[in-house]
C-alpha cells in the first residue's frame, strides 16, 4: 500500500495546484482529482446519477476597521474590541444590549445584542443559537484579563487581516471580541466584580451599545466531495471515512503545499475507498454503507462539514460513526524515527466504548500502532477534539475518532512537504482506519452509545 501512497501525495501537494487553499483553482483541481479517482472506483455518486459534489458558497468578509460605542465612550478594533465577523449591509447598528450567562438563557432577543462570556471554540454556535432567536449582535469576553485580550488581539491581527470565511447558509450578524475592560464599561460594574455579573444577569441594567464595522464581501464556491458504498443488510446506516482536501494556498509570497495537512488524510481516504472497492469486486459487501468524504474548507474554520451536518446527504441519526483523518504522514515532536508508528488518537473513548474497544482490538490484531492518547483528555489545552471536521458530527452524538500527527514543527509552513512525509506511518493509519471502518460496517450490532452527562 506505502507504494502506491506517493504519487497521489506528490500530485496534492505539487506546485501547481497551488496549496489548495478553499475557492481557488488548486482546490478545485484537487477536488476534481477525488471526484475522478471515486468514479474510477466504481463509488456512487450522491446528486443524481453523476454527481460526486455538494456545492456550498464561502462568503469572505475582509474587516478593515470599525468600533464599539457605548455610554460616551468609543472602543476601536484591534484595541478594545475584535470585530470578529460582519455581515452585508450592516455596516452601522444602535442596539439595546442584553446579557446571557448560557446558551438559553436572555428571553426576548430580538433586534439587541447579546453579550457572553465564551471559549473561542464555542464562538460560532454560540452565535447560531442567538441568531435564530433573533439576536442582531452577538459580544463575547473570551479572555479572563485586558492582558490576556491584548495577546488574542495580537495573534489575530495577520489572521483578520487575511479575511475569514463562512458559508452562505446563514443570515450572519456581527461578533465583536470585547475585553473585559469594555464589558465592564458597558455593565456598569468594577473589573473585578465581572464574574459575578454574568452569574446575575437579571440585576444588570447594561448601555445600549452602537457598532460600526467596515468590511467588504466577496463571494466564491467550493464543494465537499462525496462517494459511498451501498450496504447489503442495512443500507440506511452508514459508516463515514473521511479527511479535508483543503490547505492554506499562497501567503506573503510563500507556497503552503500541505503534504501532511492534508494531502495525507486524502491520500489514505482513497486507499481506504480502493481497499473496501476490491473487496465489493471479490463479493464482500458490508452491512452498513460506507461512506468516502473529501472535505473542502477545513482551513477556514471546519465549514465544509459545518455545511454538511446542516445539510446531510445521509440521515444523520442513522451515521454511526465518523473516521477522520487529518495530519496522518509526519512524525510529530514527541515521537522520533525509532517511533515512527504512531498515530495520535482522540475521541474514541467520548461517546462510545463499543468504538474504542473496536478500534484497539483491530490495532492490536492488524497494525501494531503505538497509539498515543494525549490528545484524547478532555481538559487538553489544544482541544484537538474540536479543531478538525469530525467535530460536526461529534456535536450531534455520533461516536467519531480523529487520528492525527499531533504538532510539528512543519505544521502550517512552506516546509510541509512531501520529502518529510514518513510513508510507512502513513500506510499504518490508513490500515487502522479500514480495518476499524470494516469491522463497524459489518457487524451486526450498531455501535452502542454511553451514557453521557
Known sequence: M??????DLELLASDSLQGREAGTPGAEMAAAFIEARFRALGLRPVVGDSSYRQSLRLDRVQIRGGFLAAGGRQFRHLEEVICWE???GQDS???PLVVAAGAEDAPALAGKAVLIRAGMAEIRELAGRYRRRGAAALLAVTADSPETFAEQSKLLRLYLAQGRMKTGQDSPMPILLVSPLVASHVLKVPLDQL???FQSPDSLSPLPVSIAIDQVWTYQQTDNVIGYLPGAGKPEETVMVTAHYDHLGERRGKLFPGADDNASG???LLEIAEAFAE???????????????AFAAEEKGLLGSDFYADHPVFDLEQTVVNLNMDMVGHLDDAHGPKEARFVSIVGSDWLSADLHQIHEAANARYTQLLLDYTYNAKDHPERFYYRSDQYHFAKHGIPVIFYTSGDHEDYHQPSDRVENIHFGRLQGVARLVFYTAWEVAFRPERLRLDPQD
Open 266 to 268: 486524502v491520500v489514505a
Open 2 to 7: 506505502a507504494a502506491d501512497l506517493r504519487p
Open 86 to 88: 460582519g455581515a452585508p
Open 195 to 197: 464574574d459575578a455579573a
Open 279 to 293: 473487496a465489493r469486486e471479490q463479493g464482500l459487501r458490508p452491512y452498513r454503507s460506507v461512506v468516502f468524504m
Open 93 to 95: 447598528l444602535h442596539l
